[in-house]
């Protein structure tokens, strides 16, 4: 455990609680947030002492001048044998806030994650671009992971994350696993991802493509027989297929579409969901293959069919997210409150809930 006391009885209790998330803001006490709802820790209120003492016993020299530099500071922590977590420090009110958010240490297996069946099968493939998105907290990291550990048991192939900062941890198993972590290992994913593609990698995993140069190499790497792996802050198919575009000049966005037409073999969009049947989450999940008719409709500029040809492709795979929602809700594993509050479409899901 950490050596500041106050930390260890907070997470203590924290992890008594089942929290994913601990917040940690001078003149406040402690908050945890326990399957989407976030309530206060019976502790006293923490001081600007607290929280630096807090912050300068989990960071070491490196970190601390980055923070008292730049004013935040992403890193993980690990308490061996217990947990770790994904932390970030930064500055309100002038004084240091912190949060943390809780990982599991064991990779859960694809089965045991209330994924569509169709996701394992993706991770069959042999080269492309498969995209994971969602809001903060929706479950895209523990996705990655458990897609990854499955191609660990199964493959022998050299495996490659580049993560700010690395999350689960892998032990290789048939594959060999290399981990690096931006600061740490790598100044900038576009330069951790430019070099890993000279290490001789069979799949790349992306902690996120951020900006252009990051999201172009990562669109090279799969066309040149990769299979990459990575994330977007995006809520479906279709948003997501624009942003990517977007992020290029307008005179690159045809041959951007060409490409991604090309590269791209699925985007997975997850919504998590507080369950009602028995406590915990569970996900909703958007599913887009890129079938031939995908892939014209991104190369054409006609983003807008997306949908339509997500609701048609059922018996592949493909799903909306508001189907994923309703069955959900029909499974009886989600109130029908959560479910049209984030529905893409809550007028036609609510006909639907009510059929």
């Not at 929290?19 to 019976?42: C, F, K, N, W, Y």
């Not at 394992?120 to 907290?137: A, E, F, K, N």
């Not at 991802?193 to 799969?222: F, S």
């Not at 500029?301 to 040809?309: D, G, K, L, S």
Request: glycine share 4%.
């Amino acid at each position: 455990m950490p050596e500041n006391s106050l930390l260890n009885d907070i997470l203590r209790r924290a992890n008594e609680s089942d929290a994913s998330d601990i917040h940690l803001v001078a003149g406040h006490q402690p908050m945890i947030r326990v399957h989407t709802v976030m309530q206060p820790l019976e502790m006293p209120i923490l001081s600007a002492d607290d929280m630096w003492r807090i912050v300068s016993s989990i960071t070491n020299d490196h970190q601390r001048r980055h923070f008292e530099q730049h004013l935040d500071l992403d890193f993980s922590y690990e308490i061996p044998g217990f947990r770790r977590y994904r932390v970030n420090a930064h500055m309100q009110r002038q004084s240091v806030g912190m949060a943390m958010r809780a990982i599991r240490t064991k990779v859960p297996p694809l089965a045991m994650l209330n994924l569509p069946e169709v996701i394992t099968r993706l991770t069959y493939l042999p080269r492309g671009l498969v995209l994971v998105t969602g809001d903060t907290g929706s479950g895209k990291s523990t996705t990655l992971a458990a897609m990854i550990q499955a191609m660990n048991e199964r493959y022998r192939k050299h495996i490659i994350t580049l993560e700010d900062p690395v999350e689960y941890t892998f032990q290789s198993q048939k594959s060999l696993i290399e981990q690096r972590e931006l600061g740490a290992d790598m100044p900038a994913f576009s330069s951790g991802l430019k070099h890993a593609l000279r290490q001789d990698p069979d799949i790349i995993l992306v902690g996120e493509m951020r900006d252009l140069e990051t999201t172009a190499l990562a669109i090279t790497a799969a066309e040149t027989g990769h299979l990459v792996l990575s994330t977007l802050h995006t809520v479906n198919a279709s948003q997501t297929v624009e942003r990517i575009v977007d992020m290029y000049p307008a005179n690159q966005q045809n041959q951007i579409r060409a490409m991604l037409a090309n590269t791209l073999q699925a985007v997975i969009s997850q919504t998590l969901f507080r369950r009602i049947d028995k406590p915990g989450m569970v996900p909703a999940i958007e599913v887009m293959l890129c079938t031939p008719a995908i892939r014209n409709i991104i190369r054409e500029a006609r983003t807008y069919e997306i949908p339509n040809v997500i609701e048609t492709s059922r018996s592949i795979g493909m799903t909306t997210l508001d189907n994923a929602i309703a069955e959900l809700f029909f499974n009886g594993m989600i109130s029908r409150e959560d479910a049209i509050a984030q529905a893409a479409y809550p007028d036609k899901l609510d006909r639907m809930l009510a059929a």
